[in-house]
C-alpha cells in the first residue's frame, strides 16, 4: 500500500543535546524493528535494530526503546551532532525473511 | 552487510518512454527489493523479487508497469514503462542477505519525467 502524508514532521535540536525520535508502528505481530537513517542523495542506512523479544538496545549514541503494549518504537541520539541531520525512518517486519514496511519518517535537524 | 550500485544514478525522460534501473549485488542475496520514494514522502515497496521465480508485487503496483528480472542472485532490473510526471520518485533497490535480518539499501535513481 501507499504511505500516507505529504509533508514529514521535523525535529529541530541544538548540537549536544540528545534528540527523541518516536515512531508508531502498525502491526502487532511485527517481530523485528529497524532505524535507518536517509541522508539527502543517499539510500536509507541501518543504524539499529531491535526484535520483540526486547524492550531495549544501545548502540554508540544511539539506543531504541520499544513498547509493544501501545506499539510504540524511540530513537534516542546522545549529543547529537551536525552529521545527525538526516531524515530518519523506523520498520517494522513480520517473521523472518519478509519485507520490511517503512513509518512516515522524521526529518532532524541539527542546529550548530 | 552488502555492497549495492545502482544504474543510473539520475535520469530525465519524457512521457510514454520507459527506462530500466539496474541493481548489482557484491554477493549472492535470494531476495531483493524494489522500493519507491516519492519527494518527501517515506518508502513503499514495489515488490519482491526472488532468483528463480517471478516477482510478487504489492497492492497498487502491476507486472505491466513495472516488469522486474532476477537473472541470477546478484543482480535485477526494474522497468518503469510508459512512464508519466506522476512516476518521478526515487527508485530504491534492497537486498536480505542470507542468514541476515536487516535488509540493507542502494543508493537510489532519482527519476524525473517531463
Known amino acids: 500500500g501507499e504511505s500516507v502524508g505529504l509533508h514529514l514532521p521535523t525535529l529541530s535540536v541544538q548540537e549536544g543535546d540528545n534528540s527523541i525520535i518516536n515512531c508508531a508502528y502498525s502491526?502487532?505481530?511485527?517481530?523485528?524493528f529497524i532505524w535507518y537513517k536517509q541522508e539527502s542523495g543517499k539510500g536509507p542506512q541501518f543504524i539499529i535494530d531491535?526484535?520483540?523479544?526486547?524492550d531495549k538496545r544501545q548502540g554508540q549514541r544511539v539506543t531504541v526503546l520499544l513498547n509493544k503494549t501501545v506499539k510504540h518504537l524511540s530513537l534516542q541520539i546522545a549529543a547529537t551532532q551536525p552529521g545527525d541531520s538526516a531524515v530518519y525512518f523506523c520498520?517494522?517486519?513480520?517473521?523472518?525473511?519478509?519485507?520490511?514496511?517503512f513509518g512516515p519518517g522524521t526529518s532532524l535537524s541539527v542546529i550548530p | 552487510s552488502a555492497v549495492i550500485s545502482q544504474k543510473p544514478s539520475r535520469d530525465i525522460c519524457q512521457r510514454g518512454t520507459s527506462l530500466t534501473i539496474q541493481c548489482q549485488v557484491d554477493?549472492?542475496?535470494?531476495?531483493m527489493f524494489w522500493y519507491r520514494q516519492q519527494p518527501g514522502q517515506s518508502l513503499t515497496l514495489i515488490a519482491t523479487a526472488n532468483q528463480g521465480s517471478e516477482a510478487t508485487y504489492e497492492s497498487g503496483f502491476v507486472i505491466d508497469k513495472f516488469p522486474i528480472s532476477r537473472p541470477n542472485l546478484t543482480f535485477s532490473t526494474l522497468t518503469v514503462s510508459n512512464m508519466s510526471p506522476e512516476d518521478s520518485s526515487i527508485y530504491l533497490c534492497?537486498?536480505?542477505?542470507?542468514?541476515?535480518?536487516?535488509?540493507?539499501f542502494g543508493p537510489g535513481t532519482r527519476l524525473t519525467v517531463l
Open positions: 520498520a517494522e517486519r513480520m517473521t523472518s525473511y519478509d519485507k520490511v514496511i
Open positions: 502491526n502487532s505481530a511485527s517481530d523485528y
Open positions: 554477493s549472492q542475496v535470494t531476495m
Open positions: 531491535i526484535r520483540s523479544n526486547m
Open positions: 534492497s537486498v536480505l542477505p542470507t542468514g541476515w535480518d536487516t535488509q540493507y
